[in-house]
């Protein structure tokens, strides 16, 4: 990992906000909240209504020791566009080395989807700062203890998919970095109350999992 900004936001919580479907209305609010809970890394999907809006009202609302970027990219092109919108992280489901090296071009954080050790160890040689393990229901906490024991830190190994604060330990105890947080946290609609109050759930399984890491609001 060499991206500062997310070598920091990930040292005071390793919790990604996923905010797929939510629109440029909802962005500041419900960004207030999951900054407010102690959160500092946000993702919101290309596949959600006007995204890029979303991402520029958030950088605008929130400090800068929050990190904010889009998740789902496919095209490296987007990486440029996301990046005049005040994004700074792009997230994939896979992991196109050209997606990859735009983002490391543009100095962008770059966060890609692997589900094997080859393609996560191309991803690494491509430039990636994490390896996002998706779909973590698929992997499982056996699939990433294996994978930690030829992946040592500071190589940092994020499961996503089907994350809860019930099952965040099992993955922490095999060897995970940061989650990526989806439908638990936050769904299309859901309020910036509703929300905060998940992040705040979410943030009491991380601190129980993770007790030396201190994480505050």
């Known amino acids: 990992m060499n991206h500062p900004g997310?070598?920091?936001?990930?040292?005071?919580?390793?919790?990604?906000?996923?905010?797929?479907?939510?629109?440029?209305?909802?962005?500041?609010?419900?960004?207030?909240?999951?900054?407010?809970?102690?959160?500092?890394?946000?993702?919101?999907?290309?596949?959600?209504?006007?995204?890029?809006?979303?991402?520029?009202?958030?950088?605008?609302?929130?400090?800068t020791d929050c990190l904010i970027g889009a998740g789902t990219v496919l095209d490296p092109k987007d990486c440029a566009r996301i990046q005049q919108a005040g994004g700074e992280l792009i997230v994939m489901p896979h992991s196109d080395p050209a997606v990859i090296r735009e983002a490391k071009k543009l100095g962008m954080a770059s966060c890609p989807g692997v589900a094997t050790p080859t393609e996560a160890f191309a991803a690494l040689a491509a430039g990636a700062?994490?390896?996002?393990?998706?779909?973590a229901e698929q992997l499982g906490p056996t699939v990433l203890k294996a994978w930690r024991a030829v992946m040592r830190p500071p190589i940092a190994l994020v499961p996503v998919g089907g994350i809860t604060p019930d099952n965040?330990?099992?993955?922490?105890?095999?060897?995970?970095?940061?989650?990526?947080?989806?439908?638990?946290?936050?769904?299309?609609?859901?309020?910036?109350?509703?929300?905060?109050?998940?992040?705040?759930?979410?943030?009491?399984?991380?601190?129980?999992?993770?007790?030396?890491?201190?994480?505050?609001?």
Not at 29 to 55: H, K, T
Not at 183 to 209: C, D, H, M, V
């Open 129 to 135: 700062d994490v390896l996002k393990m998706f779909p």
């Open 6 to 63: 997310l070598q920091t936001a990930l040292a005071h919580c390793g919790l990604i906000a996923i905010l797929r479907g939510i629109t440029p209305a909802e962005a500041e609010p419900v960004g207030q909240a999951l900054y407010d809970a102690g959160f500092r890394l946000i993702e919101v999907p290309l596949n959600s209504p006007d995204p890029l809006d979303s991402i520029r009202a958030m950088r605008a609302a929130l400090p």
């Open 168 to 217: 965040l330990s099992s993955y922490a105890q095999a060897g995970a970095s940061g989650f990526g947080l989806g439908s638990a946290l936050y769904k299309p609609g859901l309020s910036a109350e509703a929300t905060g109050q998940n992040a705040r759930a979410f943030i009491a399984a991380w601190q129980r999992a993770y007790p030396a890491q201190e994480t505050q609001a």
